[in-house]
């Protein structure tokens, strides 16, 4: 009986400028690369700003964010309506939440006073760049659209949690 053997991380398969989504093999030059690249530098970007957060209930909800984001980059590459109404609504509710508790704003804002808000506003910056290039993508392929208001709502997260970060870092 043959043992489980670990896979290799390097395939030699992208070696010849093609890699393979589930869709089949495209160029690593393809707009969908770009997408899915896109939206793995977002999660990475949202991982490290969770690193940097001292309250729980943000990382873990980061945390939660990143995985959901997998959901989103194959919904992206399946052209599958996988981002569900009910994500879009938590999400407004965590802004909302998070904008009650603080002040008005009244003027444009400097982005990250300590390092926890930076990275955070990082994120929010990262999530513009990902929707951005999803858009462009949208343009030829079938996106759904509940992945463009995810990523909408999403930069609005970041930028009212960065806020709150700096606030409390800032009076704490």
């Given at each position: 009986?043959?043992q ?16 393979r ?6 160029l ?29 209930k943000?990382r ?7 995985r ?6 194959y ?15 938590e ?22 006073f300590?390092?926890a808000?930076?990275?955070?506003h990082n994120?929010r ?6 929707e ?6 949208a ?11 995810y990523?909408?709502?999403l930069?609005d ?14 009076n704490?």
């Amino acid at each position: 009986m043959e043992q489980n053997k670990k896979a290799k991380i390097y395939t030699k398969q992208g070696d010849n400028k093609e890699t393979r989504t589930v869709n089949g093999k495209v160029l690593k030059s393809d707009l969908v690369i770009f997408v899915e690249g896109a939206v793995d530098e977002l999660q990475t970007s949202i991982m490290l700003a969770r690193s940097f957060l001292k309250e729980e209930k943000y990382r873990d909800y980061l945390e939660q964010i990143t995985r959901l984001l997998f959901t989103l980059s194959y919904s992206i590459v399946s052209e599958k309506a996988l981002i569900e109404d009910e994500d879009i609504l938590e999400l407004e509710k965590e802004i909302d939440l998070l904008d009650s508790k603080l002040p008005p704003l009244n003027d444009f804002i400097l982005p990250g006073f300590s390092k926890a808000a930076a990275f955070v506003h990082n994120a929010r910056a990262t999530t513009r760049k990902t929707e951005r290039l999803v858009v462009k993508y949208a343009l030829e392929h079938k996106v759904d659209s509940n992945v463009l208001k995810y990523l909408n709502r999403l930069s609005d997260y970041f930028f009212v949690l960065g806020r709150y970060v700096d606030l409390g870092e800032n009076n704490g």
